[in-house]
C-alpha cells in the first residue's frame, strides 16, 4: 500500500507540474510585477522605477478617483440586484419545468456563452439607438396614435450613452451569471417541505419568501458574488455603451495604460479593485460560516 500511494504522489505530481508552471509563469508573475508596478513611477516615456512609494494609492483615494470607485460600486451593486430580481423568477422556473423544457431553458440560459461578448454588445447597440429597434416600434406606434389623435412628431428616447445603457448592457450580460447558481441551489431544495407548507395553510408568496428564498440563500450569495466582481470591473460596456458621464473605473485604469502611459497609477488603480474583490469574496466567506455556525 505504501508503494502504491509513492506512486500515486508521483502522478500526481506529475499532472500537476504542468497547470502550475502555466498558471505560475502567466498568471502569477505577470500579477507580482503589476504589483510591484504600483509602487513605483515613471523615469521617462519607457522605464518605470520601483521605489516602494505609496503615492499612487493615495493618489487612487483622491476624491475624484474615489467618487468613481464608489459609482462604480453603486452601478455593480444595482446591476446586481436587477439580475437577482429578474433571475430568481427564471431559475424557479426552470427548477419546476419538465425534465425536457428543463434542458432547453438552461441551453437557453447558456446560449449567451457560445457568443462574443463584442458582437452581443454592438448587438444592444442596434437596439437601443435612436434608430434602433426599440424606437422603431415606439414610432410605429406613434404614427398610428396619430392618426387617431393629433400628436407632436415623434421624438426618439435617448437611451444611448447613458447610465441607463450601462446598466441595461450589464444586466444582459450577467444576468446569466446569477440564473445558473440560483437554479443549482433551488434544484436541491427537498419539495416536500414546499408541499408542507401549502398544506399548513401557507400562501404560495409566503411559502416563497419563507421557504423558498432561505433555503436558497447559498445560491443567492454565490449569484451575487459572481455577478458583481465581474461588473465593478466591467470594461467593454461602458466604453461602448456609456458617455462621458457613465465611465466606471476599468475605463480609468485603460486611459492610465494605453493614452496616460502612466502604468504605477493604473497598477495601483487595479490592485484597489482587486482589493476591493478580495472584501467581497471574505466577506461572503464569513457570513457563510457564520450561517453554518449558527446552524
Not at 408568496?205 to 443567492?220: C, D, Q, S, W
Amino acid at each position: 500500500m505504501e508503494q502504491s500511494w509513492k506512486q500515486a504522489k508521483s502522478v500526481f505530481a506529475a499532472a500537476l507540474s504542468a497547470p502550475l508552471v502555466w498558471l505560475v509563469l502567466f498568471f502569477l508573475l505577470p500579477l507580482a510585477i503589476v504589483w510591484a508596478y504600483s509602487f513605483g513611477h515613471n523615469e521617462g516615456l519607457t522605464q518605470i522605477a520601483i521605489t516602494g512609494t505609496f503615492k499612487n494609492y493615495a493618489r487612487a483615494i483622491e476624491p475624484l478617483y474615489l467618487k468613481i470607485f464608489l459609482k462604480s460600486a453603486w452601478m455593480a451593486a444595482l446591476t446586481t440586484f436587477l439580475c437577482l430580481v429578474i433571475g430568481f423568477p427564471v431559475a424557479l422556473a426552470i427548477t419546476f419545468a419538465s425534465q425536457k423544457a428543463k434542458t432547453w431553458l438552461l441551453l437557453l440560459i447558456m446560449l449567451p456563452f457560445w457568443t462574443n461578448l463584442l458582437i452581443r454588445t454592438y448587438a444592444l447597440i442596434a437596439v437601443l439607438r435612436n434608430e434602433g429597434y426599440i424606437n422603431k416600434g415606439l414610432e410605429a406606434i406613434w404614427t398610428l396614435a396619430a392618426k387617431i389623435m393629433p400628436l407632436q412628431p415623434f421624438q426618439p428616447l435617448e437611451m444611448m450613452h447613458t447610465n441607463f445603457a450601462v446598466v441595461v448592457g450589464l444586466v444582459y450580460v450577467h444576468l446569466p451569471f446569477m440564473v445558473l447558481p440560483l437554479y443549482s441551489a433551488l434544484d436541491r431544495l427537498d419539495k416536500s417541505l414546499l408541499e408542507a407548507s401549502l398544506d399548513l395553510g401557507a400562501g404560495h408568496m409566503r411559502t416563497l419568501f419563507k421557504v423558498v428564498v432561505p433555503l436558497a440563500l447559498p445560491g443567492i450569495a454565490s449569484g451575487v458574488l459572481i455577478t458583481f466582481i465581474p461588473a465593478l470591473g466591467a470594461y467593454l460596456t461602458p466604453d461602448l455603451l456609456g458617455g462621458p458621464d457613465s465611465q466606471m473605473i476599468a475605463n480609468v485604469i485603460e486611459r492610465q495604460f494605453k493614452r496616460a502611459n502612466d502604468w504605477p497609477f493604473g497598477a495601483a488603480l487595479s490592485f484597489l479593485l482587486m482589493y476591493l474583490t478580495f472584501v467581497a469574496i471574505a466577506v461572503q466567506a464569513l457570513l457563510g460560516r457564520k450561517k453554518g455556525a449558527q446552524a
